[in-house]
């Protein structure tokens, strides 16, 4: 509340708690706040990704496996749904990353799976039932975080692949969400990507995010 009412910060996100307790919370740091928030919350699996008591969804892998992707939309429109009902605006979803390295230990079933082309598919029809209910999406983690073998939350992963295998296989979901014009944020790795930037992490790099993204 002091943040709000000194700083005018643009936002809140959610990390843990309940949908009744995050309502209230929402409601009245809405009211303390002269420009309204937007209020976010990592809900790929739905609500319960963060909040106890609500209804829990497949993991990505698992919706990977199903051939009708309007059944993937209607997800994507009930989490937005319930996004609603209790304030929040973002879902900072879904993950676009190709689970290429079956040892990823933080990605892994939160792919839509290991080809690129499917998960583009899969990742706009989820995109799409957000959007189109008024949630705002986000497609993380550019430029891929699919092919690392450690925890981005505990250290920096690098991912040696040139830039060849970048473009056909990590880049290739992201660029495709591009070019339907359907995203509307893009979520930046902590990753070292020797073949774009020798120096900074995806997270800080002026080549990756402004000269590559952007």
């Known amino acids: 509340a002091e943040i709000i009412s000194r700083y005018k910060i643009g936002g809140l996100m959610f990390l843990q708690g309940g949908p009744i307790r995050q309502a209230k919370l929402t409601n009245y740091f809405q009211s303390i706040s002269k420009v309204p928030l937007m209020i976010a919350l990592d809900a790929e699996f739905g609500l319960s990704m963060r909040l106890d008591s609500t209804f829990r969804f497949p993991w990505q892998m698992t919706l990977g496996a199903i051939s009708?992707?309007?059944l993937i939309f209607q997800m994507g429109a009930e989490i937005a749904r319930q996004c609603k009902m209790i304030g929040v605006n973002i879902n900072f979803a879904p993950v676009v990353?190709?689970?290429?390295?079956?040892?990823n230990p933080i990605i892994n079933n939160r792919s839509f799976g290991e080809d690129p082309s499917r998960v583009a598919q899969l990742s706009l029809a989820y995109m799409k039932g957000l959007q189109e209910n008024n949630i705002l999406a986000c497609a993380k983690h550019f430029p891929g975080h699919g092919d690392t073998s450690n925890d981005s939350h505990k250290t920096l992963p690098e991912i040696k692949s040139n830039l060849k295998r970048l473009n056909e296989v990590e880049l290739y979901p992201f660029k495709k969400l591009i070019d339907?014009?359907?995203?509307?944020?893009i979520m930046a790795a902590?990753?070292?990507y020797p073949s774009l930037d020798k120096k900074y992490p995806s997270s800080i790099s002026k080549k990756i995010v402004k000269n590559l993204l952007k």
Request: glycine share 0%.
């Open 68 to 70: 009708d992707t309007n």
């Open 190 to 192: 902590h990753i070292l």
């Open 97 to 103: 990353d190709v689970n290429s390295n079956p040892k």
């Open 180 to 185: 339907d014009n359907i995203v509307s944020s």
